[in-house]
């Protein structure tokens, strides 16, 4: 199963890298942007990414340097901890929140397609388990 579920995380990167590229984006930057849409007006700081992605500080920081110079996020030193640097979607970011997001959604239904109602709940609540473990 292990060799399935790698086999899949790797065609769905590839998928998103190649629709990332003609935004000038990658997968992981579309993917940033779709999490820090979703969280609204919740304070959402560096370190939030990096748990939510599971990457380290170095990847996430020089993620989020990157999406900084291509005006995607803002990242200011948070007014409550000086350590903690808080995130926010630029103009020019929220306005590809819509393309990202009907993309993932396309995405999902693709996965699920051919399955039941009861059979894509069970996928996604072994996906949630596997996700946990």
Same mark, same amino acid.
């Given at each position: 199963?292990?060799?399935?579920?790698?086999?899949?995380?790797?065609?769905?990167?590839?998928?998103?890298?190649?629709?990332?590229?003609?935004?000038?984006?990658?997968g992981m930057?579309?993917?940033?942007?779709?999490?820090?849409?979703?969280?609204?007006?919740?304070?959402?700081?560096?370190?939030?990414?990096?748990?939510?992605?599971?990457?380290?500080?170095?990847?996430?920081?020089?993620?989020?340097?990157?999406?900084?110079?291509?005006?995607? =996020?803002?990242?200011?030193?948070?007014?409550?901890?000086?350590?903690?640097?808080?995130?926010?979607?630029?103009?020019?970011?929220?306005?590809? =929140?819509?393309?990202?997001?009907?993309?993932?959604?396309?995405?999902?239904?693709?996965? =699920?397609?051919?399955?039941?109602?009861?059979?894509?709940?069970?996928?996604?609540?072994?996906?949630?388990?596997?996700?946990q473990w």
């Amino acid at each position: 199963m292990g060799g399935l579920l790698r086999d899949a995380t790797n065609q769905m990167t590839q998928e998103l890298n190649n629709f990332a590229r003609p935004y000038g984006l990658t997968g992981m930057q579309m993917s940033v942007i779709d999490y820090l849409a979703r969280r609204g007006a919740t304070t959402t700081y560096q370190v939030d990414v990096e748990h939510e992605f599971e990457i380290q500080r170095s990847t996430a920081s020089l993620l989020v340097r990157r999406m900084v110079d291509r005006e995607l =996020v803002t990242r200011v030193v948070a007014a409550s901890d000086s350590r903690k640097r808080q995130l926010q979607l630029t103009t020019k970011g929220r306005k590809l =929140v819509p393309v990202i997001t009907a993309h993932l959604d396309q995405q999902d239904q693709k996965m =699920v397609a051919g399955l039941s109602p009861e059979v894509a709940a069970g996928f996604r609540q072994a996906l949630q388990k596997i996700k946990q473990w």
